[in-house]
């Protein structure tokens, strides 16, 4: 039964080789001192408890140096984007110089579409997958409309099959239309956890000279990535999922090196001048090496700080081993959801390919899901609800154990009764 879990999640536990790092990181807390059966790193990672420390060097080298800190800082604010630079390339399975800790997601894709969406009278189309986050869909809806394109015929949707989000169903959709200019698709689907064959959409790219870029907000630190074996041309991200950045944290990009020397559809800021001629003020832009021509303005250093202290925690752990739990850890959700709760809820995350990330639906009346997610809330499990029926829960290996997911399942049964 489901209650004889409790002890195989915690021999489970006993044995896993990163146990320990749950502590480096605040919980939530019920009423009584307890942790939260937190479950919601796709949404917003816990707080590092190393965070506190480099938020506070960077207050006291203000208070301490005013605008001195620029130079003088632990570490110096004028280069401090550049302290996230190993850490990010390692996710990303890139060149350093392929990507910079930058602005917010969103602002990076913008900018970013700028410079690759370069349609022509005979490819102008712009492919995303049906249920794309709204931000991507409204990037490209009005890249297509700022080109003099009309969104509602020229933004083409890919919704897959049966088996998800294949790569034989868009090769189907790109053998049908040959003017698709650029494709905007995700590292892992926001909706449903599934962890896209990327490399081999970037061979199909290719072949079809397609753009490529990719949304990574729910990939990176989370699925392993090769953005510059696979030759990926652009890639933006966020920091505060799975990279447990806090709210709002500084975001990222990816662009591959032999784009570098890309001059058109750029826009330009101060920051996007080389470091050694930045201060010559100069009138005419001295543009940086690399990915830094896209930099717009100066870093935001209290935003970089707890990213910095989360980036600490996935070096020392590594994506490999981190990657080797998320696999058991979601293995064994799905394995109890199945067992126990089979005819009442619905896995729609596809079990060959998947990160950190089941979705649920509750079989039943479409209102039932939101009834069940709410007594899983006052039961203090903290997961996710995306409209109109999907409950997402993910347990992030970095800091969630198997008693966190059985914990969860436990709850689920409770609240489905509710």
Known sequence: MLGEQAQVAAQRDAADPLAKWRERFH???????????????????????????????????????????????????LPYHRNATEGLSKLLGCLPTETVAMNTLTINLNLLLLSFYRPNAQKYKILIEADAFPSDRYAVQSQLALHGFDPTRDLIEWRGDSAGLSVDSLRAVLSEDDRIALMLLPGVQYLTGEFLDVESIAQLAKRHQIT?????????????????????DFAVFCSYKYLNAGPGAVGGAFVHERH??????????????????????????????????????????????????????FNDVGLPSLREKSIALTGYLRELLVSHLKTQVHIITPESGQGAQLSLRIIGREADGRRVFDALEALDVVCDWREPDVIRVAPAPLYNNFTDVWTFVQRLDHALQA
């Open 260 to 313: 570098h020397g890309l001059r058109q559809g750029q826009l330009h800021g101060w920051w996007g001048n080389r470091e050694s001629t930045r201060f010559e003020m100069r009138h005419q832009i001295d543009p940086a090496p690399g990915i830094d021509v896209w930099q717009q303005s100066n870093p935001p250093i209290l935003s970089l700080a707890p990213l910095l202290a989360s980036l600490d925690l």
């Open 212 to 232: 490529l870029g990719l949304d990574l907000a729910h990939a990176i630190g989370n699925v392993p990535l090769s953005l510059h074996e696979w030759q990926i």
């Open 27 to 77: 919980w939530p807390q019920t009423e009584d001192g307890q942790n939260k059966c937190y479950l919601a790193g796709n949404s917003l990672g816990l707080q590092p408890i190393a965070a506190s420390a480099r938020v506070n060097q960077v207050l006291e080298d203000w208070a301490a140096l005013g605008v001195e800190g620029h130079f003088a800082g632990s570490p110096p604010w």
